[in-house]
């Protein structure tokens, strides 16, 4: 069955770094397009970064310049490479696969951020 499962998380400081994770199975990962969303708590779930199939990439203004996306389709995983980490930057992460006009689209459960000293 289709699965995408987060990994990297943890609690980091301010100024501090992760590498998030996302493995994909089930479906073919090389023709979905990917993002990352974040969800903090009490709010809307956001778009933090995305990449297409051609590789071509799209950050909130947010985390541009201090986050970035890649993939490696060969090993089905989906990366996320946070530095400068911020306390604003704490909350769950998701990692989404989609197809065009997100006719069909996968979420991962989740993995956990938390920016604090």
Not at 83 to 97: G, H, Q, R, S
Request: aromatic fraction near 12%; glycine fraction near 10%.
């Amino acid at each position: 069955q289709v699965q995408l499962v987060e990994s990297g998380g943890g609690l980091v400081q301010p100024g501090g770094s992760l590498r998030l994770s996302c493995t994909a199975s089930g479906f073919t990962f090389a023709i979905y397009h990917m993002s990352w969303y974040h969800q903090a708590p009490g709010k809307e779930r956001e778009l933090v970064a995305g990449i297409s199939v051609t590789h071509n990439t799209n950050y909130a203004d947010s985390v541009k310049g201090r986050f970035t996306i890649s993939r490696r389709n060969v090993e089905n995983t989906l990366y996320l490479q946070m530095t400068n980490l911020k306390p604003e930057d704490t909350a769950v992460y998701y990692c989404k696969a989609f197809t065009d006009n997100d006719s069909h689209n996968y979420w991962g459960q989740g993995t956990q951020v938390t920016v604090s000293s």
